[in-house]
Every structure is written in C-alpha cells, then in structure tokens.
C-alpha cells in the first residue's frame, strides 16, 4: 500500500511538471507558469494583432510626416526632411530605452503597457492639436490650399505630440516582439516550433499594419484629411492597447534581471584586477552559483564556453576570495559566477553578426528613398490614373507575405527533409547570408531599371516626375527582391537575436535589431554625401543630382551592390566563427545547429 502510494506521488508530481513551462516563465501571479493556461497562440496571436493594429497607427503618422511638415506648417524640403530624419532617430533611441526598462526593471509586459499608454496620449494630442490648431483652413494642406500661419505654442504642441509618439512606439516596439517569443517554451518540442513561425507571422503582422497606412490613409493624408488620418491612427493604437490589456492573465513573464550595465562592469572590472593570474584548465573549478542565487535574478545558467578566456578570470577563485568566503564576504567587483561572465561573452559575440546587418539596412533604406525618386522620374499615368510612386512599396508588403508563406510552408519543410540528422530547416545565420544575396540582386535589378530608363528619358526636363517612357511598373522586381530579402534577413535577425541573447537582455536583442536599421539610415545618408561631393565635378551634376536624367543614379545602385557582396564575404567569415549561447538543460546539438553556417 505504501509503494503504491508512492508510485502515485511520482507519478502526480511528473504531470504537474509536464503541465508547467522549463524555460523560468512565471504566470501573472508569480507562480510557475502552466502550459494549458497561459502563453501560447492564445496569447501569440492577441499580440499578432495587436501589432498590427499598432503598426497602422504609427505608419499612419510616419509616412506622410514630410508632407505634413511641408504643406501644413510651410517648411520648406531640406528642412522637413531634416526634422523627420531626427524624429525617425529618436525612435530606436528610444527603443533602447524601452529594451533597457524591460530587461532591468519593469519587465516586457509592464512596459509594453506603459509605452503603449504614452502612444495613445500622443496620437490623440497630435489628432486635436492639427483638428483645432494646424488645419487652418479647413481642407488646407492638400497640394493646392495652403495653411496659414501658426503661433509658437502650436508649433510647439505639435512637435511635443509628435515626440510622444516617437517615446511610446520606440519603448514599445522591440519588446513586444520578444514578449510574443515568451509566450512559447523553446524546451518544448511543439511550442519551440510555434515560437520559430511566431516570428514569421509578427513581421507579416507588421508589413500588414503599414500597408493599409501606405495607402488608405496615406490617400486621405495626401488629398489634405490629415485629422481623420490622424484619428484613424488615435483609434487603432487605443484598440491595440485595449486588445493588450484584455489577455493580461493569459501572457507568460519572465521576470527582470536587473541593471545589465552593472553586471557587464563587474566582469570587466573583476577580470581586469586578476590579469595576471594564470587560469586553471579545468573550467569546473569556476565560481558559480545557483540560478536563485546570482546577480540574473533566477534565470537559465548559461553554460561556460571557451571564447574570450580572459573574461574567465573574473569567475577565478583567488586564495582573497577564498578567505573572503570564511568570513561571510562576497565581493561583485572581484568575483563573478560563470553565468555573469558568460552574459558577457554573448554580447561580443553578437557584435560582429550585427554590425554586418548594417550594410543591409542601407540597401532596405533605398526603398523608402531613392527608389521612389526614381519612380517618379518613370511613367506614373497608367489609364488616366496617376500611381503615387511612394505606393509601389505596396509590392514589397506583398513580397514579404508571399515569400513567408513560400518558406514555412514548402522551403523550410523541404531543407528539414534533405538534412539527415535533424528536422531543423535552414538556421537563422543561413537565412541572413540568404537575405543579403538577395539584397545583391535587388540592387542589380535597381541599376539594370536606371539604365534603361535613362535611355528613355527626357534629359533636359526641370521637373522630371514622368519624364521617362518606361514604366514605373518596371520597379516592382526591384520592390520583391527587397521583400524576399526581408524574409530571410531581418526575421532571421529577429530569430536570432532572441534566440542567442541571455534571458535578462532579450528586449536589448530586439533593439539591436531595430538600431540596425537606424544606424543603416545614418550610413546611407553619409555615402550619399560622399559620392555626391566625389562624383560632382565642374560640368558634371554628381551620380544623384536634382534632376535625375542627368545623373547616374544606376551607379549609386551597382556601388551598393558591390559594398553587399564585400559584406557578404565577411559576413559568412564571421558566421562561421560564431558559437552559440548554451543554456543549462537545453541539448547542445539543437543549439550547435542554430549557430551554425555549415551545416545544411
């Protein structure tokens, strides 16, 4: 009777720890979370939408602003794009301090609500401030009526509207992706899967959000309905906050780790005032401590790898530590578990990854630019009807939903198939190296379209919108190389860098992502610069002049393309050098894998 009560006791207690998460996730009320009620696509796709629905309101604001800035408040080109180059900047700056609140203290749900709270006050004071204050008259703003003058407050609340947009998307933005992530235990076969595809359908999500504001509200804002634009995008982040707060009691957590900042400067510190020690061989004679117990707050232990062995000297047990340890003392700056040191190691691993990603954001940025200067200069008028050529990036939303369902559904179950020893398709590394080869040929296929519209084109017009006879329809290759890339590189980015950061800096991973691309505005913006200043000569307008017939804006193209494949080469050097994170009580061969650039 007594064994089979034992037998019993077992038994329950491996249920209860099937039904309950391995990863360190916690329910709302701080208890381990359990599979069946909590997390999950429930809560996956609560998320899905409300990105979506936060997408649309922040690009109904953002891809219209020069226009707003120009028509509405009468600045004039240089200084309106000037204005939105620094309020898209502020963005990801503030999406570093989004991460960094979420990481540190407040953690991903709490500052998702937070951040999003702050949106929503944005867009409604920027909403009323252009209905009762800026739209003066009424109708004015669209390419004929022109508003008149505005006082020094209005101006001043309008930019304060504007900025608190920038603070509540920029906090919000790169934590809500991994808070999605959280929803999915990566120790579990099934959910590991679903956490994989959720980053597939967030950025589908994301490209669906911008597209009904790149061109339903983007047509209201540019015929002057800038207030019921702005509404529009008022009410869709208010019904994205709404639908956050609805699945509060479904959501995962995993809890914050504390200030990074402090735990990266005891490793340094610590290894830095036992440089001249020489290290034992034996990495199990380490200081480490339990999970519960270290400066991470109780998350995964990151197992010790032999990279940066230098680091290793901060987890070293000195003959003072150890005395130190007799009488009860335990000092951060001079002693580190494994698991701190390891956090470390991660992070510099990722650097070389990341600033490689750089270069593809400047191709990504052309699209938004350049590439809708060049449709300009084509044929816009197709059957009495003039296609705005800011709306050709319609073709490279498409791109993205097309490509992402060609690849979960028939790619990646095709390389899983061919590979002999794992049901893993292609890893995250693989998939970015894929993305920047693609990256290559949209830039060719930009350069090839300017060559030939060049040789249609009317060199000596001033105003030279539709100056060409090739048609802007001729760009769409262009837009689809650039949403197939995409697919492959920034939601292999996303994967990546959720995947193979500690668990006290996932939101930190996530904003590299999103720094990434600010920092490839930035670069883009000083190559132009200097090919311009190289390229312009005394009877020579420069490769991007004014007027565009009398450039060489195909060159500008082709350079890309060339300074992509100087990346790619030291990308794939870099990729094969990497290795990946590895947490306790995760299968090294699984991890092995998705670090790897080799294996296919």
Not at 494 to 513: H, I, R, V
Not at 529 to 536: D, F, G
Request: charged share 20%; proline share 2%.
């Amino acid at each position: 009777m007594a064994c089979s009560e034992v037998c019993k006791e077992v038994e329950l207690k491996e249920e209860q720890e099937e039904a309950c998460t391995k990863d360190g996730t916690i329910d709302w009320h701080g208890q381990t979370a359990i599979k069946a009620k909590s997390g999950q696509w429930t809560a996956g796709i609560i998320i899905l939408l409300n990105q979506g629905l936060a997408t649309l309101a922040f690009f109904g604001v953002g891809v219209n602003l020069v226009l707003f800035l120009t028509r509405v408040l009468g600045q004039n080109n240089a200084d309106a794009a000037n204005n939105v180059s620094k309020w898209t900047g502020t963005v990801y700056i503030f999406s570093l301090v989004g991460a960094f609140l979420s990481d540190s203290y407040w953690g991903r749900y709490k500052t998702c609500a937070i951040f999003q709270v702050i949106f929503v006050i944005g867009l409604v004071s920027l909403s009323l401030s252009s209905y009762l204050f800026l739209i003066k008259p009424k109708g004015c703003g669209d390419e004929e009526t022109k508003c008149g003058s505005h006082s020094g407050f209005e101006i001043a609340l309008f930019y304060l509207s504007i900025y608190l947009v920038a603070l509540g998307n920029g906090g919000y933005q790169p934590n809500i992706a991994t808070f999605g992530a959280d929803q999915f235990d990566e120790n579990d076969l099934k959910e590991g899967h679903s956490k994989v595809a959720f980053f597939s359908y967030f950025y589908l999500a994301l490209n669906l959000g911008s597209l009904f504001s790149n061109t339903i509200l983007g047509y209201f804002e540019d015929e002057g309905m800038w207030a019921l634009g702005f509404w529009v995008s008022s009410g869709s982040a208010l019904a994205a906050l709404v639908l956050f707060l609805a699945g509060t009691t479904r959501y995962r957590h995993f809890k914050p780790s504390g200030n990074p900042l402090s735990r990266f400067s005891q490793v340094l510190v610590a290894a830095t005032k036992k440089c001249n020690i020489d290290m034992p061989l034996d990495a199990d004679s380490l200081f480490d401590v339990d999970g519960n117990d270290s400066s991470i707050n109780g998350n995964r232990k990151i197992l010790h790898t032999n990279e940066f062995k230098f680091l290793d000297k901060a987890a070293y047990i000195s003959t003072r530590d150890i005395d130190d340890q007799k009488k009860g003392i335990y000092t951060p700056w001079r002693l580190c578990p494994v698991t701190q040191v390891e956090e470390v190691k991660c992070i510099l691993r990722l650097l070389p990854i990341w600033l490689c990603t750089i270069i593809y954001s400047v191709v990504f940025t052309q699209m938004a630019s350049l590439f809708v200067e060049q449709g300009a200069a084509m044929k816009v008028i197709v059957l009495n009807f003039r296609i705005p050529p800011a709306s050709m990036s319609s073709f490279d939303i498409l791109s993205v939903a097309l490509f992402i369902f060609l690849y979960r559904r028939i790619l990646d179950p095709l390389v899983s198939r061919l590979r002999k020893k794992s049901s893993r398709g292609l890893t995250e590394l693989q998939r970015m190296g894929i993305g920047l080869i693609i990256a290559i040929l949209a830039m060719v296929s930009a350069g090839i379209v300017e060559c030939y519209r060049l040789k249609y084109a009317n060199k000596d017009c001033i105003h030279c919108e539709g100056s060409s006879s090739l048609s802007i329809f001729w760009q769409v290759p262009q837009y689809a190389f650039i949403g197939a890339s995409e697919v492959f590189m920034y939601v292999g980015q996303l994967e990546f860098f959720n995947a193979q950061t500690p668990d006290g800096l996932k939101s930190f991973g996530s904003a590299l992502c999103m720094t990434s691309i600010s920092l490839g505005n930035y670069v883009s913006s000083l190559l132009v610069t200097m090919v311009m200043k190289i390229s312009t000569e005394d009877h020579m307008p420069g490769w991007i002049p004014g007027n565009l017939n009398k450039g060489h804006l195909d060159r500008f193209y082709f350079l890309l393309a060339g300074l992509t494949t100087i990346d790619l080469v030291v990308y794939i050097a870099c990729a094969r050098w990497y290795k990946c994170i590895k947490l306790e009580g995760k299968g090294d061969e699984n991890d092995d894998e998705r670090g790897s650039f080799n294996k296919v």
